[in-house]
């Protein structure tokens, strides 16, 4: 397989097969002891998931939801 420059590659055939894996469906790669493994995604996919992870634990301020909620809308 080669990577395009998007950092793209094709599952062959028979891996997408065995897999029952078809088009539309959401893969994970995950590294396992320097091992690139694709497994089927659970749960929640997509963009609105990798934002959310990775924004997770970035927060520094030493608000409330409420006190934050109270800000954003000007009281």
């Known amino acids: 397989m080669r990577i395009t420059s998007k950092g793209q ?11 029952g ?7 994970d790669v995950v590294v396992r002891d320097g091992v690139a493994v694709i497994v089927v995604a659970t749960g929640p996919t997509g ?5 959310v992870e990775a924004l997770l634990g970035r927060g520094d301020v030493d608000l409330s939801t409420d006190e934050i909620i109270a800000l954003t809308r000007g009281g």
């Open 47 to 51: 963009r609105g998931r990798r934002a």
């Open 21 to 27: 894996l078809e088009a539309g469906d959401e893969v």
């Open 9 to 19: 590659i094709t599952i062959p055939q028979q891996v997408r097969r065995e897999l």
